[in-house]
């Protein structure tokens, strides 16, 4: 419900209570369209209690606490979301980063490879994963592709916004447009991470939080959800070096069924890893010679 008046922020933040039917997270939901619109820290909410929003401010939080109610995600209202501390722009164009993803990036900064190594981010989105990358090895070349003209032109403005907030290049992420492996002929990489579609049609999921408001495309997967991840193996043994790393984020209950897939690939060291609810979320395994 909107008001006509100008509160403060304390007051405002007891209306998250209102957000419980759409929200897991309604006090959190609040502090971050607060903080966006006030362009402030979280932690300014609290500091300062009694602020109060001005005419314009409260208007935008009316507006912003509206469309929430109605389902709306956070992260598209506000029109970013933060990923491995970074800030990443987002658009109902792609997948929204979501936390569980870090550790896809956190699994690749730990594999025994050197500094001069060649990574492939199949169906970039937003530029997240690669980004996230590249933030933490300036080393590495990297790859971002997705079939998607929208996601490319998003993951290169994150990769143009990102260089100018950080003061860092990112010459080493390179951004274009491919169907997977299409437009890569003849490449081959040390280093194959992506986080696919992988959801199942008619998965209950889908009329659930924000992946109502997200594309399909980047959701939903034939095959019982495994028919891209499928590809992505298939292709990966054509454009890995050997000994080279394939790295997948999956479904929880898809753990057993992309092991499957790698080892009937021909892959090794095939494992799989559990997010921090102790689901299974990625898989990964190593090309031989």
Not at 43 to 57: D, G, R, T, V
Not at 119 to 133: F, K, M, N, R, S
Request: net charge negative.
């Amino acid at each position: 419900m909107s008001v006509n008046v100008s509160l403060p922020i304390s007051e405002l933040l007891k209306k998250s209570t209102e957000l419980s039917v759409v929200s897991d997270t309604p006090r959190l939901d609040v502090e971050v369209l607060l903080s966006s619109i006030l362009d402030k820290d979280r932690s300014f909410l609290y500091a300062w209690p009694e602020h109060q929003l001005n005419k314009q401010q409260q208007q935008c939080f009316d507006d912003y606490f509206q469309r929430r109610s109605k389902g709306e995600p956070v992260a598209h209202i506000i029109g970013q979301r933060e990923f491995w501390s970074l800030l990443f722009m987002v658009t109902p164009d792609t997948l929204i980063p979501r936390p569980e993803t870090e550790l896809l990036v956190e699994l690749a900064l730990d594999l025994p490879v050197g500094d001069s190594v060649e990574v492939l981010d199949l169906g970039t989105g937003t530029g997240a994963i690669a980004l996230a990358l590249a933030s933490e090895k300036n080393h590495w070349q990297i790859t971002a592709v997705d079939a998607i003209p929208a996601a490319v032109q998003l993951a290169e403005e994150n990769r143009k916004q990102l260089s100018i907030k950080l003061h860092k290049g990112f010459a080493n992420v390179q951004v274009f447009q491919s169907d997977w492996f299409t437009e890569l002929k003849g490449r081959l990489f040390d280093l194959i991470v992506s986080n696919p579609p992988y959801i199942c049609e008619g998965d209950h999921h889908l009329n659930q939080g924000d992946v109502r408001f997200e594309p399909a495309s980047a959701l939903v997967a034939d095959d019982q959800g495994l028919s891209d991840i499928q590809a992505i193996i298939n292709g990966a043994q054509e454009h890995l070096k050997p000994h080279g790393w394939l790295l997948l984020e999956h479904g929880f209950d898809q753990g057993a069924a992309v092991r499957s897939l790698m080892k009937n690939a021909g892959f090794y060291e095939v494992t799989t890893h559990a997010d921090l609810a102790g689901k299974d979320r990625v898989s990964l395994c190593r090309k031989s010679n």
